[in-house]
């Protein structure tokens, strides 16, 4: 078995995330833990509170997934009220249970068209989902769009180091722990070679904040952990 090429048209990317995500969805965030060594949840909440001084008004959390970042919204802004869309029903059922707060507050719906008004939202976050919008700037700018003056996007994915030789061991270290943990978890090797196979395909640090500010973020700051093998991002 080799590495398969990143789908780039619209329709074969969403329904190759649908299956990712139905198929991974009671294991999701054991496998996140591992992968960070216990640590994800840690390093996106430190990035939240650097990356987002809105403290209050409504938050929309974009591939809400089993909503890790609504619960760290929570502890960070206690005031602000949280909503969760993604295309997976599977995952949208993990996010409803373990987030308590995201009832009755859930949509499953594309994030590439958002089912709200201009300006509904002081807050919008996405964590791991980039990677899977078939069109990055597109989503910027429909991310903007939902967003009152002054808001802010705020992303936490999977990054490219600069440095080339820990690039290399960041693509292998992914691409083995993963095929351990998808014969420990599924019982199928390949399981979750897509972090990979998305990786590849995406564009690097520079890039991303380069398509943010064209899609008219004024604004765009990043927070990188170990050297970028993980990057979260803040526009506004």
Same mark, same amino acid.
């Given at each position: 078995?080799?590495? *398969?090429?990143?789908?780039?048209?619209?329709? *074969?990317?969403?329904?190759?995330?649908?299956?990712?995500?139905?198929?991974?969805?009671?294991?999701?965030?054991?496998?996140?833990?591992?992968?960070?060594?216990?640590?994800?949840?840690?390093?996106?909440?430190?990035?939240?509170?650097?990356?987002?001084?809105?403290?209050?008004?409504?938050?929309?959390?974009?591939?809400?997934?089993?909503?890790?970042?609504?619960?760290?919204?929570?502890?960070?802004?206690?005031?602000?009220?949280?909503?969760?869309?993604?295309?997976? @029903?599977?995952?949208?059922?993990?996010?409803?249970?373990?987030?308590?707060?995201?009832? @009755?507050?859930?949509?499953?719906?594309?994030?590439?068209?958002? &089912?709200? #008004?201009?300006?509904?939202?002081?807050?919008?976050?996405?964590?791991?989902?980039?990677?899977?919008?078939?069109?990055?700037?597109?989503?910027?700018?429909?991310?903007?769009?939902?967003?009152?003056?002054?808001?802010?996007?705020?992303?936490?994915?999977?990054?490219? &180091?600069?440095?080339?030789?820990?690039?290399?061991?960041?693509? #292998?270290?992914?691409?083995?722990?993963?095929?351990?943990?998808?014969?420990?978890?599924?019982?199928?090797?390949?399981?979750?070679?897509?972090?990979?196979?998305?990786?590849?395909?995406?564009?690097?640090? &520079?890039?991303?904040?380069?398509?943010?500010?064209?899609?008219?973020? #004024?604004?765009?700051?990043?927070?990188?952990?170990?050297?970028? *093998?993980?990057? *979260?991002h803040g526009a506004s």
């Amino acid at each position: 078995m080799k590495l *398969a090429t990143w789908p780039r048209e619209r329709r *074969a990317l969403l329904d190759t995330s649908n299956e990712i995500f139905a198929e991974v969805s009671k294991r999701y965030d054991c496998m996140k833990g591992l992968l960070s060594w216990g640590q994800e949840l840690t390093w996106k909440r430190r990035a939240l509170e650097r990356l987002v001084a809105v403290r209050s008004g409504r938050c929309l959390d974009l591939a809400t997934g089993t909503g890790d970042i609504p619960v760290l919204m929570a502890r960070v802004a206690p005031e602000m009220a949280c909503y969760g869309l993604d295309l997976n @029903r599977a995952m949208l059922r993990r996010a409803v249970a373990g987030a308590t707060g995201l009832r @009755r507050r859930v949509v499953c719906a594309d994030f590439s068209a958002l &089912p709200y #008004a201009s300006g509904s939202f002081d807050v919008v976050t996405i964590g791991y989902g980039l990677r899977y919008a078939p069109d990055l700037g597109g989503f910027f700018q429909e991310a903007r769009r939902v967003l009152r003056p002054g808001g802010v996007l705020f992303s936490f994915d999977i990054g490219h &180091p600069r440095n080339g030789a820990w690039r290399r061991l960041w693509m #292998a270290y992914l691409l083995l722990s993963g095929s351990l943990m998808g014969l420990v978890l599924h019982w199928r090797l390949t399981t979750y070679w897509h972090l990979v196979e998305s990786l590849r395909a995406f564009p690097e640090q &520079p890039a991303v904040r380069a398509l943010m500010r064209e899609s008219g973020f #004024a604004t765009v700051q990043s927070v990188e952990i170990m050297n970028g *093998a993980l990057v *979260a991002h803040g526009a506004s």
